[in-house]
């Protein structure tokens, strides 16, 4: 699945989640824009996660979208601060950032 963000029909301003107002201007029309790719800001590693089926890390970061937002993804494969990175939904609805090739 494709990430959505939401842009306001009044002034442009993206955010991610969902708003019932916008912060910059008080629109509540949004219109949906997918974002495709993102830059990789911070990442981290979660090593211990209340309720995990399994024991194994988890790397997720903060990531720069190309429609505007930031938003937190789990990253699959190996990606450093700075890489450009592609942004998918999966079956759990969680962000994944994947490497781009
Ligand atoms: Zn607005």
């Known amino acids: 699945m494709t990430l959505k963000v939401f842009q306001c029909e009044q002034c442009g301003s993206t955010v991610f989640p969902a708003r019932y107002l916008c912060f910059e201007c008080g629109g509540a029309e949004w ?3 997918v974002a495709e790719r993102g ?3 911070e990442l981290t590693t979660v090593r211990r996660r209340v309720g995990a089926q399994d024991g ?3 790397v997720i970061a903060s990531v720069t979208t190309d429609a505007g937002p ?3 993804a789990r990253l699959e494969g ?3 601060a ?3 990175v592609g942004l998918a939904i999966d079956e759990q ?4 950032a994947l490497p781009i090739a």
């Open 82 to 84: 700075g890489d450009a």
């Open 93 to 96: 609805n969680r962000v994944l």
């Open 56 to 58: 194994a890390d988890v």
């Open 70 to 72: 930031i938003v937190i």
């Open 31 to 33: 219109r949906e824009q």
């Open 39 to 41: 830059i990789v800001d």
């Open 78 to 80: 190996v990606v450093r």
